[in-house]
């Protein structure tokens, strides 16, 4: 069965630092992978996406993304946290030849001052 | 265009009165997801639509649960009757599946509280 891994719930960076968060699919093919984030009350917003070809993505606000296929990983980074980063941020993937979005469990970053 | 629209916003509700949620997704796109968020279970796929037809409704918790989509601009997804335990954040998303390299777009919410 396709599923998607978060594996940190909880993530404390002091603003300036830098970020990963981490996410691992279980699918045998490449599947396509998406990052989300959603602040307090509000809907998902994509951050970046990947279908094939480049496996470093870059998104919006700063964010990257590498996807690795060795480790079955698309791990999000970011170099420099700002305050306004702190959110819940959710791994996503369909399957490449499918439509079932399926997201992994969230993982909320604080930012500290 | 104006995204996934979703209403009503919030909606508190009395235990056993039926609750119909709605949701218009983006103009175009022929694919449509509704998903519940709670704090225990995080980001659940309930239903999801290709072309106004249910795919795969293996996420609906149970019979209480039903969703349609009578045409290309609107869906509904209903609870009847509605439990305490049902109170949750009811995403619906749309995507242009026949469109290449694109992703699901996601509606505000709707909060619901089963009192």
């Known amino acids: 069965a396709q599923s998607v891994t978060q594996p940190d719930i909880h993530i404390t960076v002091s603003e300036g630092a830098s970020l990963e968060l981490r996410c691992n699919y279980s699918?045998?093919?490449?599947?396509?992978l998406f990052w989300y984030v959603q602040s307090p009350g509000q809907g998902l917003q994509l951050l970046l996406k990947?279908?094939?070809?480049?496996?470093l993505v870059q998104g919006i606000k700063g964010f990257e993304a590498e996807f690795k296929r060795s480790q079955s990983s698309f791990n999000l980074r970011k170099p420099s946290v700002h305050w306004s980063d702190a959110a819940e941020y959710f791994c996503?993937?369909?399957?490449?030849?499918?439509?079932?979005?399926?997201f992994g469990g969230g993982t909320r970053v604080l930012v500290k001052p | 265009d104006a995204g996934v629209i979703q209403s009503p916003r919030h909606e508190v509700t009395e235990m056993g009165q039926e609750v119909t949620l709605r949701c218009k997704p983006i103009?175009?796109?022929?694919?449509l997801f509704w998903y519940r968020q709670t704090m225990m279970r995080g980001l659940e796929l309930l239903i999801y639509?290709?072309?106004?037809?249910?795919?795969?409704d293996s996420g609906m918790p149970e019979d209480r649960f039903s969703a349609k989509m009578p045409n290309a601009s609107f869906s509904t997804l209903k609870i009847q009757p509605s439990e305490p335990r049902d109170s949750a954040v009811y995403f619906c998303?749309?995507?242009?599946?026949?469109?290449?390299?694109?992703?699901?777009?996601f509606g505000q919410g709707t909060r619901l509280t089963v009192v």
């Open positions: 103009s175009g796109h022929n694919s």
């Open positions: 996503a993937s369909f399957k490449a030849a499918g439509n079932k979005l399926t």
């Open positions: 639509f290709n072309n106004n037809v249910p795919i795969d």
């Open positions: 699918y045998g093919a490449t599947p396509y």
């Open positions: 990947y279908f094939s070809g480049d496996t």
């Open positions: 998303a749309s995507r242009n599946q026949q469109g290449k390299n694109t992703e699901a777009f």
